[in-house]
């Protein structure tokens, strides 16, 4: 177990619609990361936070946003789902940044039909 | 930028034999490099990570790595395989504000 839990585990929606998955990072970690994991584009770094402010943005489309409240957990909001964003959603977190590893949570499978 | 490449999608070797699992890096300054598995339905896990001092790093599960700044390699490496290591394995580097994965490679150890 690494510490860090998302939910939902599973997620099934319709083209259009918006989600929210949730993350809670280990306790005492102050980043959070989310990474989405398709496969035929392995695992591509969406955004980070420390401590409540974004630090970086990858490749994370306009339709998704995030946020880190002040409690550390955090949240992805994916909005007007198309099919191609069916994938694995991970966060993970990190006491500090640069040279510390990350501990991922088990993911959010979201399904779009 | 800071990446990481690995040249193998696929690696495949017997039960007993000993396995590598390649990956060449790309960055400026020092490099933070890391190995994370994981398993079918699971989130990565952290297995080794080199930072600085001895170029080869012993990490979970009996893996470890060779950090190699002239071929610009951290390679993964195991003695003996076990068909429990049968997985995906990514290479990752970090810079001060994120992590950035290579592809990954699978890993099937064949009994």
């Known amino acids: 177990d690494s510490g860090v839990t998302q939910t939902p585990k599973h997620l099934i929606t319709a083209t259009g619609q918006r989600v929210t998955l949730r993350c809670s990072p280990r306790?005492?970690?102050?980043?959070v990361y989310w990474y989405q994991q398709s496969l035929d584009q392995g695992l591509q770094f969406l955004i980070q936070?420390?401590?409540?402010?974004?630090?970086a943005k990858g490749n994370i489309l306009e339709r998704f946003s995030a946020q880190q409240f002040p409690d550390l957990h955090s949240e992805l909001n994916l909005s007007s789902l198309e099919l191609g964003d069916s994938a694995l959603y991970f966060c993970a977190s990190s006491h500090r940044q640069g040279s510390g590893e990350l501990f991922f949570g088990e993911g959010s499978r979201l399904t779009v039909l | 930028a800071q990446s990481v490449a690995q040249p193998e999608d696929q690696v495949n070797v017997a039960e007993g034999n000993p396995l590598t699992v390649k990956c060449t890096y790309s960055v400026s300054g020092n490099p933070y490099l890391f190995w994370y598995v994981q398993y079918p339905n699971r989130g990565l896990q952290f297995l080794l990570k080199y930072i600085t001092g001895d170029n080869l790093v012993k990490g979970s599960y009996g893996f470890e790595a060779e950090f190699n700044k002239s071929q610009t390699s951290f390679h993964l490496k195991k003695p003996s395989a076990l068909v429990s290591d049968s997985a995906l394995y990514f290479c990752a580097v970090s810079t001060p504000d994120d992590m950035r994965f290579g592809a990954g490679t699978r890993l099937t150890v064949k009994p």
């Open positions: 936070y420390y401590n409540g402010e974004e630090r």
């Open positions: 306790s005492g970690d102050l980043s």
